[in-house]
């Protein structure tokens, strides 16, 4: 399956660390693209729009200081995250200065990302689609994406109720194109199981949100490590959209989430209007039942391509016939 030329022979794992609201910021950012895997944040981590401006200064510099230190291993592309829904009035200033920047790889959710695709191919960016469904998958296919990124049931953030076996097989019935598989991916097995299942590259978020470059707060951090899947909460009730989040963040507010205020209207958008929420109610997918530390981005990718290389070396079942 085509991988867009951006990736190919750049990375240690075929991994793109997932853009987190409140959590990526240019520290995890950095420390994943020099690791080998792809770094991202959403756009409105910055802010305002000149703090956009400076975090990709910031960002490229770094890089290319590296780049210049360590040739032979330089690092892996890095991208930003785009909220191209209408209620996101920082939209189209962000768009100019990701257009200035000529940043090599953006991802747009929650809108149509036509005018993305128009703006970044006219410096020969790529675009990738954060989807849901199979059918928003096929609108971002219309609106000419270079790679479609879906996330299925179990991740952190916003997610599908879809499990990943049958959202990924359902794309690659009219897509064979790039696609990303996201939701409680945190080891190399898993990333190779995602690959096996048809996906090109698998998206990570909670994993590095329990790293130490992670701009979370560190009883954040503890909260993933300490909570299972049990202490999850699943609810549209506080951002509009169904979103897991960690229920202990939640109770220490004294409110009883089995009886939540009713679902806020149109509130779908990761801006300033709902940083609050995202602030105190602490959001974190499936993969909190196998992340037992906090270790550097650099130790962590390090495992998982040990982990992914064990997975590759396996053999066929024993159960096979003959
Ligand atoms: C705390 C948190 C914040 C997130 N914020 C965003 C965001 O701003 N934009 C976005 O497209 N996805 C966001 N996501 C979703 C991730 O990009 C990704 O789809 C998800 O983390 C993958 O599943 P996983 O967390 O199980 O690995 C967020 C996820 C988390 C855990």
Not at 112 to 131: E, I, L, S
Not at 137 to 155: P, T
Not at 194 to 202: C, F, V
Not at 301 to 322: F, H, Q
């Amino acid at each position: 399956m085509p991988l867009p030329a951006l990736f190919q022979g750049a990375l240690s794992i075929p991994v793109i660390g997932s853009p987190m609201f409140l959590v990526s910021f240019p520290p995890l950012v950095t420390a994943l693209c020099k690791a080998g895997v792809v770094g991202t944040f959403p756009h409105v981590n910055a802010r305002p729009t000149a703090q956009l401006d400076e975090w990709l200064t910031a960002i490229e510099r770094d890089l290319a200081e590296a780049s210049a230190a360590a040739p032979l291993a330089t690092p892996a592309p890095y991208g930003i995250n785009l909220v191209v829904h209408h209620s996101n009035p920082r939209f189209e200033p962000d768009l100019e200065v990701v257009v200035a920047h000529r940043v090599p790889f953006v991802i747009t959710c929650l809108g149509n990302p036509a005018p993305v695709v128009q703006a970044v191919h006219g410096y020969g960016g790529t675009v990738f689609c954060d989807v849901t469904s199979a059918g928003h998958a096929r609108k971002s296919v219309r609106a000419g994406v270079d790679g479609l990124i879906c996330v299925g049931a179990g991740a952190g953030g916003h997610a599908s109720s879809q499990s990943a076996f049958s959202l990924v097989r359902e794309i690659r019935e009219f897509w064979d194109g790039c696609l990303v598989l996201g939701g409680a991916i945190n080891d190399g097995w898993q990333v190779r199981a995602a690959e096996t299942l048809g996906a090109d590259l698998a998206y990570v978020g909670t994993r590095f949100l329990a790293t130490r470059e992670s701009q979370a707060v560190d009883d954040y951090k503890r909260m993933v490590v300490e909570a299972g899947v049990a202490d999850l909460v699943n609810t549209d009730r506080f951002s509009g959209v169904p979103a897991n989040f960690l229920r202990a963040s939640i109770e220490r507010f004294g409110i009883d989430v089995a009886s939540l205020p009713p679902k806020k209207p149109d509130m779908a958008s990761l801006t300033d209007s709902n940083a609050r929420v995202w602030k105190d109610l602490w959001s974190a997918g499936q993969g909190v039942a196998t992340i037992h530390d906090i270790p550097s981005v650099a130790e962590l990718v390090e495992r998982i391509a040990r982990e992914y290389r064990a997975a590759c070396a396996l053999p066929p079942s024993a159960a096979l016939r003959g």
